[in-house]
């Protein structure tokens, strides 16, 4: 299965915090440095997990950029779209002791793919998974429902994980609501407050809920999480969790997901 996984590709920042945060003093924590980005993650996810991968968006050939894309290259995927001379989006994950995390993006280039930039062969495959965040911005928001049509050509499935909440919120949830409608999509993913802030269900598409170490619903299918030794970092699962869906459905979605969050950072 060819999954194409629209969205960005950043150099991902983790600070796992060993202790509460000491606000104007130090906090012993461990970091690590990896690939990152929403369509980044989803596309490892689905080499490491037996798919055929293939990463699109636009990054930069800067120093950031080309580390995200060799450490992107290791896991598999294939990397397509427009390269800019600069200015790659980095984010910082902040993992707290209780396995919560905070994420500081920067999106850099990221936000200015344009639908003209696209290849029509870069859309050839049996699933498009279109991350959110590539829909609340211009003109990348162009470039996503471009994308759309040219992957339906091919007969590809379309996916949308609706991504953050306060994004969402912040760009207008009526509006976005409204493009999400507009793509038919096949599948949406999401979680309560992004269940929350759009007004539930989205047109006929299967809706698959994720509530972290609650479980997730998939389309009604009422799923537990599976149990793990220690949740080190949550960061990356509902990526993990989408891939597996993919590719497999709800077994292999919670698979990915236990798997996620007993590492540091979202690559597998």
């Known amino acids: ?32 440095l990896s690939a990152g980005g929403q369509g980044a993650n989803v596309a490892a996810w689905v080499a490491a997990l037996g798919g055929t991968a293939r990463w699109l968006g636009k990054r930069a050939d800067d120093p950031a950029g080309r580390l995200a894309a060799g450490l992107l ?3 598999g995927v294939e990397l397509a779209g427009p390269v800019a001379p600069e200015r790659n989006g980095i984010v910082v994950s902040l993992a707290q002791p209780d396995g919560a995390r905070s994420m500081f993006p920067d999106r850099g280039v990221a936000v200015t793919l344009r639908p003209e930039e696209l290849e029509p062969r870069w859309l050839e495959c049996d699933h498009l ?10 003109p990348v928001k162009g470039a996503a429902v471009r994308a759309v049509e040219l992957a339906r050509r091919s007969g590809a499935r379309v996916s949308v994980d609706l991504s953050s909440w306060s994004t969402v919120e912040a760009a207008g949830a009526s509006a976005f609501r409204e493009l999400v409608e507009s793509l038919e999509p096949d599948v949406v993913f999401a979680n309560e407050d992004e ?15 994720k509530r972290g ?17 220690e949740v080190v970092d949550t960061t990356g699962a509902g990526d ?3 891939a597996g869906y993919l590719l497999g459905g709800p077994d292999l979605a919670l698979q990915a997901a236990a798997r996620c969050v007993v590492r540091m950072g979202s690559m597998p």
């Open 1 to 32: 299965m060819r999954v194409v996984s629209l969205g960005d590709l950043v150099l991902d920042v983790v600070v796992r915090a060993e202790r509460d945060l000491a606000r104007d003093a130090d906090t012993p924590s461990r970091v690590s």
């Open 73 to 75: 290259d290791e896991h």
């Open 129 to 138: 998974h279109v991350s959110g965040y590539a829909l609340l911005a211009a």
């Open 195 to 209: 269940e929350r802030v759009v007004g539930g269900r989205i047109g006929a598409a299967a809706w698959v809920l």
């Open 213 to 229: 170490a609650a479980g997730c619903s998939f389309d009604g299918d009422e799923r537990a999480a599976l149990p793990v030794s």
């Open 240 to 242: 993990a969790l989408a």
